[in-house]
T-cell receptor
Framework: AQSVAQPEDQVNVAEGNPLTVKCTYS??????LFWYVQYPNRGLQFLLK??????LVKGSYGFEAEFNKSQTSFHLKKPSALVSDSALYFC????????????FGKGTSLLVTP | DAGVIQSPRHEVTEMGQEVTLRCKPI?????LFWYRQTMMRGLELLIY????????DSGMPEDRFSAKMPNASFSTLKIQPSEPRDSAVYFC?????????????FGQGTRLTVV
């Protein structure tokens, strides 16, 4: 079985401050990990992914995420938040040994205040 | 490419009516996924296809739900009869079969309201 947890329903951060959105996963094999962002009334947009290689992956809009195998985590980070980063963020995992679909976390609402 | 196209964007229907949601995946993509998003349950995978063949439909909640993919450029998700608890945003996504496991691209979604 595979699952992904986002322990925070909401994260609040002031503009210009660093932000972190947490994600932990549980899969039987080596995971493929993804972050997506959803703006109001829109579909999900891909931000970044970890498949293999360097544990620190960089994605769109200045976001990055670090794969930590020992802690089974894949936290999303950005050094300096923008008000326009306010959105719903989803972590997703795929176990390559058990199908081709992504299993999504419940999402974390990020609010960046001016 | 125009991306994944879903129609309609909004659907309001009465309980008991049949509802059909439509999806056109990105050209050349081999996989197509249907997801449902609700506040309570988040994003749930309903079914996915590979080369027009249903691979995993274990997420389809009931026999009232059915999905088809008659060709590589079109898929439907049908609910018959619809119930108020089916109200949700339904997303279609597609991806290419690729050794590097490319990401899935999502449509804008169909917001279904069953009254």
């Amino acid at each position: 079985a595979q699952s992904v947890a986002q322990p925070e329903d909401q994260v609040n951060v002031a503009e210009g401050n660093p932000l972190t959105v947490k994600c932990t996963y549980s899969v039987s094999g080596n995971p493929y990990l993804f972050w997506y962002v959803q703006y109001p009334n829109r579909g999900l947009q891909f931000l970044l992914k970890y498949i293999t290689g360097d544990n620190l992956v960089k994605g769109s809009y200045g976001f990055e995420a670090e794969f930590n195998k020992s802690q089974t985590s894949f936290h999303l980070k950005k050094p300096s938040a923008l008000v326009s980063d306010s959105a719903l963020y989803f972590c997703a995992v795929r176990d390559p040994n058990s199908g081709y679909a992504l299993n999504f976390g419940k999402g974390t609402s990020l609010l960046v205040t001016p | 490419d125009a991306g994944v196209i879903q129609s309609p964007r909004h659907e309001v229907t009465e309980m008991g009516q049949e509802v059909t949601l439509r999806c056109k995946p990105i050209s050349g993509h081999d996989y197509l996924f249907w997801y449902r998003q609700t506040m309570m349950r988040g994003l749930e995978l309903l079914i996915y296809f590979n080369n027009n063949v249903p691979i995993d439909d274990s997420g389809m909640p009931e026999d009232r739900f059915s999905a088809k993919m008659p060709n590589a450029s079109f898929s439907t998700l049908k609910i018959q009869p619809s119930e108020p608890r089916d109200s949700a945003v339904y997303f279609c996504a597609s991806r290419r079969r690729d050794l590097t496991n490319t990401e899935a691209f999502f449509g804008q979604g169909t917001r279904l309201t069953v009254v």
